[in-house]
């Protein structure tokens, strides 16, 4: 196998799909490694998770920088000391500078609790509950300095209940979440799928194994 890709996940918070990714990579086949899990709030208990795990963590206080250019230049070097190939945003709730954004192009990844492009930013699931959408999901996309509108790599689709409330949809999407993100970091790490002006590019281009029939109905028929 060529070599394994040398990726930095990086969080704010409770981590689960940081957690999903570790867990993925622990195959002996998946084409990447968690070399990096860095949070930008020292307190995130997903830090303390990738800690116990003995995963290489690091925190980096936004609060501790005079400027955003400076938070940047930090997270950079080390960057480039780690030997970092890939970057995988998760739950990491901090905009980036164009420039940073720029130099990650295409080696940068997300993960957003909505179909993209519908219901960007925060609130995605009050966002889909008050447009009366009967499917929501998530999206799995490269990052570009526009937030939430980069190539979109994957998607995955779940029914929203008559009954949901922002929490119960968003466990739902959530353990769509930890599936779709590893299955897509993969893709990429693989350069099975890479980004390109034009926007994504397939390398591998036989979908002949996809369900064609496998749709979600909401309301089932
Ligand atoms: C996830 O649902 C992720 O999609 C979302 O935050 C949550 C983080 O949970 N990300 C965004 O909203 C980014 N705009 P986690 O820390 O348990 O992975």
Known sequence: MTEKKRVAVLIS??????????????????????????????????????????????ALD????????????QL???????????????????????????????RMINIHPSLLPAFKGLDTHEQALAAGVRISGCTVHFVVPEMDAGPI???????????????TLAGRVLAAEHRLYPAMMAVVARGQAHMAETGLVWQRTDFSNINQAEAVFSPPL
């Open 13 to 58: 918070g409770r981590g689960s799909n940081m957690q999903a990714l570790v867990e993925a990579a622990r195959a002996p086949d998946y084409p990447a490694e968690i070399a990096l899990v860095i949070s930008n709030r020292p307190e995130a208990p997903g830090l303390a998770w990738a800690k116990d795990q003995g995963l290489h963590t690091l």
């Open 62 to 73: 936004h609060n501790l920088y005079e400027s955003r250019e400076h938070f940047e230049g």
């Open 76 to 106: 950079q070097s080390v960057l480039g000391l780690a030997k970092i190939d890939l970057i995988a945003l998760a739950g990491f709730m901090r905009l980036m500078t164009a420039d940073f954004v720029n130099r990650w192009q295409g």
């Open 153 to 167: 790599i994957g998607q995955a689709a779940v029914p929203v209940l008559p009954a949901d409330t922002p929490e």
